[in-house]
């Protein structure tokens, strides 16, 4: 029975109980006074004592307008709100609650008190803002994918039709190669594509596969093999600053090092002076290259799926950044872009992959 | 036969292919209206309001048809339409969208911002006609066909 008797008898065992949940739980008397609480009340708000006034939580000195105790005790039930309140010292951190409060009654309908149960859901928030993410994310991928898997497609059966027309012409050896030449370039651009969704899908969804990597080692072999490939582009890459060891997923990591690369000298313009630096102080890592830099609007959704600044080849769909972008995130990592047209462009991130148990 | 005299046809269109199945398409219909091809975004601004490398009217004639792909690099089809028909110059040249997909999306978003009509890939002359026609008073481009 939930009396007033029952609040004084102050049951230790349903305490306990309380004081497992994850919710806040905190009795008040009709008075407003806080009269018992549970450990995760305490934990949200260490200030709060019983014996002081519920609204003093708030930093009021009188009961609130929108007290949802004073809405329970008017229609004799139970009130159930989302809040979003505003927290930390600048109160710029939203917290997503549910606040339930109910009337306690005792056999007479007098209402003795109130229970007010607070669910954190700023978990459930970001899930959603997340899921949202994702789909918008989804949404764009596919709509870019019906384009460029469509896209050879037509091309494939455009010189197929070609093909046909010139098969009676005995002089028409040339159509046939040039033809036939096209349709296996537009085979090969879709088997890539399809391997870089497919890699992006194993990024996704695989586990990193850990281990101390030795960064400047790593990192000058990579160079060298960069050098080799791009020899005939008089391309110059300078390594800065001091590499130490480092916790990642080498092949995934080589991988965000080459298309950054792959990127700077793609982007390039054809520039014979090109300079690539791989750098980093310690905690961050950079690629930065003299090329040509983004435009402003390539720049804000550099990392979106599909998005190339320039029209490069059949093989290049846009997605290298995109890449990146989840390889980082997946090494709880950052990345940033800083790029101005004309004087180059910066690629910052940091890797703070969680220690393997 | 003198290109010069004929009415210019603007393709804007990044994909060497589809430039070449249009080109055919068109050509094997029987046009012989002069087609410039432009392969960017940014470029077909830059003729249509000739600056830089389009800058001799000579070279650069005013289209009387743009035949304008939606995905382009640098500056999508979109933006380009809406650049051209929010321009009081521009405005009356007829656009055709070209469009890989036939995305519903795409198209209702190129006739808000005022394409005339659209093309879905690959372009064939039979139905490219049959747009033309339904711009009505573009018969210069049909006048121009020659018998095959």
Known sequence: MIDEDFLKRQPEQLLQSLNLLPQEVVFIRKDYTIFRMNTAKIKQHPKLRPGMKCYEAFGFHNVCDFCLAGQAEKIGSYIKNPVCVMTGKKKNKPRHINIIINALCGPDKQIYGFIEIIDNVEALYQSHDQLEYLNKEYESVIYALSHDLRSPLISIEGFLRKLKKSRQNPDASDIFDHCLGRIHANVEAMNNLVNVLLDTSRIITGKLDLQEVDMETFLEHLAEDIRIHAAERNVKIEMKGDFGIELCDKIRIRQVFSNLIDNAIKHSGGADNLTIEIGTDGVIYWVKDNGPGMAPEIKNKVFDPFIQSTKTDGNSFGMGMNIVHKIIQKHNGDIWVESEEGKGTTVYFSLKPEQPE | ?148
């Open chain 2, 1 to 148: 036969m003198d290109y010069r005299q004929l009415e210019t046809i603007l393709l804007v269109e990044d994909n060497e292919d589809h430039i070449e199945h249009t080109m055919d398409a068109l050509h094997e219909g029987g046009l012989v209206n002069k087609i410039i091809v432009i392969k960017d975004g940014k470029s077909a601004l830059d003729y249509m309001y000739r600056r830089g490398e389009y800058q001799d009217p000579k070279q650069s004639p005013r289209p009387c048809l743009i035949l304008l792909d939606v995905k382009l690099p640098k500056m999508s089809g979109f933006e380009i339409l809406e650049t051209l028909k929010t321009d009081s110059e521009f405005k009356v040249i007829p656009v055709i969208l070209l469009t890989t997909t036939g995305n519903k999306e795409d198209i209702d978003r190129g006739a808000r911002l005022g394409a005339n009509d659209y093309i879905v890939k690959p372009v064939e002359f039979d139905n490219f006609m049959h747009k033309v026609k339904g711009l009505g008073k573009y018969w210069a481009l049909i006048s121009n066909l020659t018998d095959t």
